[in-house]
């Protein structure tokens, strides 16, 4: 490895290393979540029959949710609320450049292995893996749900026979 590249290196695997950690949300099967919404915010409520209501929260209590759509509230009691997302806070381009920046730091991490000292045209290299990578990453960052859900019923997993 040159002296750039060794400087590079930690750098870059840092960066990917911020990007990539993990935001820690509310625990998504806690009612009491639902205490982050604010009142007007757009929300799906997915019922058990896995049928949606889509509208502006209006309230929750510790027995059910309510929900305006148009002019009429609707209430959904929380044994029949399968999960709660909210629709108006979309993170899809957030979701976007993290994956373009992913995939391009581990594209330009990938080209700096691959040439090493070996060749004379590493740059040409390092770049075209670079843009590889960012056009890997771009997509999956995109494919990430932008939608942040705040509450969701567990299924228990059937009984081993």
Known sequence: MTDQTRKMFPAALVLIGCLAAPVHAADPENWSALSQIRR?????????????????????????????QK??????????VHRITITGRSKRLRNLAIGAAIGAGTGFVIGQIITRERHDDWQSIAYFCTMMGL???????AAVPSHPTIYRVGIPFPPAK
């Open 71 to 80: 002019s009429a509230d609707v209430v959904i009691p929380r044994s029949d």
């Open 135 to 141: 056009a890997a990453g771009t997509p999956i960052g």
């Open 40 to 68: 007007d915010e757009k929300v799906q409520v997915v019922r058990m029959n896995l049928k949606s209501v889509s509208g502006r929260f209006e309230s929750f209590s510790s027995d059910s949710i309510v929900v305006r």
